[in-house]
């Protein structure tokens, strides 16, 4: 079971000392995992608990707010994707002015030394962080033979021709190739989310949906879409989704997910589900009424079941 530390306190668990990456670990890809697995190999090496630090709001986030690229993953769903892989403990530390004014050297010092007693570290070479981005992979090799720990590249997963990326999943999903996300993920795109109470117009119009806030700055996909539910009575119910801000009824600009059902009759309200994305319908539309988003609702139900062959 993964042990969530939060800032630097609670670290008892580095006494002896730690093997450590650091990233941003958006969407757990292939890559991330690859990435994991050495750490892990490593860990049972050298007899060592493993850790992964990750930074919130991530760092472009924090650099860019509304301009930053859309990500894959809120901190939650993070977690429960690093849950079942073999690391002991994730540290999570707030990206701040303070943090983001780090000289490179003062950041390994008094940070991966002092705080968390690193002695190995797995990193990609393109690693770059500190105060103008200053500090890479050169930096902390000599600072490792200076201060006692290893530092070790991680290694770049390919599939093919292409190097698995967040930015490369963010470019298929945003065009709509739900099938290269997949291959690039090890697994559907998904949401998860509580859901939420709602104005019922879905329910009005013939379509109840469990809608479910996203709660993100902006999100890697948008449109219509066939898709999965989990996280109800262990089964897996199919239905057809709407990922956007409903521009024919008020198009406002927080980004809701609406999941409409098939053959589904239940108060979920609460709830943590997690929606999975099989098919691309179309982009999402303005109508010019409500009779006509009806007809059109009508029609994604008939392609969504066609999809699933229902």
Not at 153 to 173: E, G, N
Not at 201 to 230: E, Q, S, W
Not at 266 to 289: A, C, N, P, T, W
């Amino acid at each position: 079971m993964i042990h969530l530390i939060r800032g630097f306190s609670n670290l008892e668990n580095f006494l002896r000392g730690c093997v450590l990456t650091v990233g941003n670990f958006d969407g757990v890809h292939l890559g991330h995992r690859a990435v994991i697995e050495m750490l892990a190999a490593r860990g049972r090496e050298l007899n060592l608990p493993t850790a992964i630090m990750l930074f919130e709001p991530q760092p472009l986030e924090y650099f860019l707010a509304d301009n930053a690229p859309a990500r894959l993953m809120r901190l939650r769903e993070k977690i429960l994707a690093l849950s079942p892989l073999p690391i002991d403990n994730v540290v999570i530390v707030r990206f701040n002015r303070a943090l983001a004014d780090y000289e490179p050297e003062q950041f390994i010092q008094q940070i991966l030394v002092s705080k968390l007693n690193l002695k190995h570290l797995v990193i990609g070479d393109d690693f770059h962080f500190g105060k103008a981005r200053r500090g890479n992979f050169k930096l902390l090799q000599e600072q490792g033979q200076l201060l006692g720990f290893s530092v070790e590249k991680s290694t770049t997963y390919r599939l093919t021709d292409l190097r698995v990326s967040s930015t490369l999943i963010r470019d298929a999903l945003n065009a709509g190739d739900l099938k290269q996300a997949c291959r690039l993920l090890g697994q559907d795109y998904s949401i998860c989310g509580r859901v939420a109470q709602g104005d019922q117009l879905g329910r009005t119009l013939g379509f109840p949906t469990a809608n479910i806030k996203l709660l993100r700055r902006n999100t890697p996909i948008r449109g219509v879409f066939a898709v999965t539910m989990t996280g109800i009575d262990n089964q897996k119910f199919q239905g057809v989704a709407n990922v956007g801000t409903r521009p024919t009824i008020d198009g406002k600009r927080k980004v809701i997910l609406e999941t409409h059902l098939f053959n589904f009759n239940q108060d979920i309200y609460g709830r943590y589900v997690s929606v999975q994305f099989k098919h691309k319908l179309r982009d999402e539309m303005r109508f010019g009424s409500l009779e006509q988003l009806q007809s059109q609702i009508r029609q994604d139900v008939v392609a969504a079941k066609d999809f699933f062959n229902i």
